[in-house]
């Protein structure tokens, strides 16, 4: 969405099938940067300035093409008269930061509005906070899917078209809350469950879901169908073309979910569905970086209760989330994931340290990844663990977690051996 060309090749997506009703979409490519950046409370003058101006030229840029340019010029001159002023206001909170990151979607919706009616489609623009009800938990809101649906009966018609932004949404005092960064393909699965959909498209920059990441392998290929469960253990465990909240939407309401090329729309991308005709056991393999590996270590542990209680309540009240989890008589391993930390604040503070030594000692590896084999029916199908570790004999593992699920098989590694142990798996189990 970062250019005129960019906007007319997506709005002769959405042109060439006049079934599609709804249609979300992001802010203009590099504009939610900026306006993270703008967020900065001693940001200087001059580099305030100069991101407004970026954010300025790159929209003028494509209302600059726009045949009828009068309508977008004005409103999006508002726009940003109105960023100004939301800038130059005190007390930058998480609300204040939500409403900020929210201009970015308003901005580019009223401009790709204009260019689908260039390309013939007939689309109402709609402001989604209307439909997307949402708790007040400013930056990673939840939405309330009673309301969401209440809201589309009222404002959304079988018979017509609308153009909406993803990622924003609003609580019930009408504050501009945000779903969290990549929050645009959940809001697209909210909007599809709330009318009830038949399909939802997810439309980006890949051909589909690979069995991996092809600039990691070259021969990594585009899975054409893969079942519900296999696509959420891939999104949870590393796999970046879809956001992990995408499917749960769908899912609850068994809606078919397409992921295709926007580059290449003639592709047939990869389908998501309740049952594929083929149910491999490994499907596809994951890696995730910048790994911590949290162990806990008591003799209270052995044959007492409530150690764990005790350890997982530390971790929730200091809004640690936790991922894998292995125990033996007296520890506790688990994983976290602190490539999230920026948006999820995955942190272990002298707070959480001084709350766990008090009642066990602690121990914090880093530098790790974690390897995750998503297929089915992994939890009894055997020889897979032979397989596996006779092939990765040369190499350390620290954590393993195999059963507690059918779709996935995950360990952890040293953080620079990661993309070479793929390689193998790739090459052992795909190739």
Not at 135 to 156: C, E, M, Q, Y
Not at 397 to 409: D, E, F, P, T
Request: glycine content about 6%; overall charge neutral; some cysteine.
């Amino acid at each position: 969405m970062g250019t005129y060309e960019a906007m007319k090749h997506s709005a002769s997506i959405v042109a060439d099938n006049t079934g599609r009703s709804l249609v979300i979409i992001s802010a203009t490519s590099g504009t939610t940067n900026d306006l993270v950046a703008l967020e900065h409370p001693n940001i200087s003058s001059t580099d305030r300035e100069q991101l407004l101006i970026d954010i300025e030229n790159r929209h003028l840029s494509i209302i600059s093409n726009l045949k009828e340019r009068k309508a977008s010029l004005t409103t999006f001159q508002r726009q940003m008269s109105e960023l100004r002023a939301h800038l130059d206001q005190f007390g930058r909170d998480k609300r204040w930061k939500d409403r900020l990151y929210a201009f970015g979607e308003l901005m580019s919706t009223r401009i790709f509005v204009e260019v689908l009616k260039e390309n013939g489609v007939d689309a109402e623009w709609l402001d989604a906070r209307k439909i997307i009800k949402t708790d007040s938990t400013f930056g990673n809101a939840a939405p309330d899917l009673i309301s969401v649906k209440k809201k589309a009966d009222i404002f959304i018609q079988s018979d017509k078209v609308y153009l909406t932004q993803g990622f924003i949404g609003s609580d019930i005092f009408g504050s501009t809350t945000t779903l969290g960064r990549g929050g645009s393909d959940y809001s697209a699965a909210l909007f599809a469950e709330a009318i009830g959909a038949n399909l939802l498209e997810i439309w980006t920059d890949v051909a589909g879901v690979f069995t991996t990441d092809p600039r990691l392998v070259k021969e990594a290929k585009p899975i054409n169908e893969i079942t519900f469960d296999e696509a959420a253990e891939l999104s949870v465990f590393g796999g970046k073309v879809l956001h992990p909240a995408t499917l749960k939407p769908a899912m609850r309401s068994s809606i078919s979910v397409r992921v295709a090329d926007s580059k290449r729309p003639e592709l047939p991308g990869t389908h998501i569905v309740t049952q594929t005709e083929k149910e491999p056991v490994v499907r596809a393999i994951s890696l995730r970086k910048n790994q911590t590996l949290l162990t806990v270590r008591s003799l209270d542990m052995l044959h007492q209760h409530g150690f764990l209680s005790r350890l997982f309540n530390v971790l929730a009240e200091n809004k640690i989330s936790v991922d894998l989890v292995t125990t033996s008589e007296v520890s506790v391993s688990l994983t976290l994931d602190t490539a999230l930390k920026a948006s999820n604040k995955v942190e272990l503070t002298e707070k959480v340290f001084r709350e766990l030594n008090a009642f066990c000692d602690v121990e914090v590896e880093k530098e790790l990844s974690l390897v995750a084999i998503i297929g089915n029916r992994l939890n009894m199908t055997s020889g897979i663990s032979g397989q596996l570790f006779s092939l990765l004999k040369d190499y350390n593992i620290r954590l393993v977690c195999h059963g507690a699920s059918a779709y996935n098989l995950c360990f952890l590694v040293k953080e620079g051996e990661g993309e070479e142990i793929v390689k193998l798996i790739h090459k052992r189990f795909i190739e």
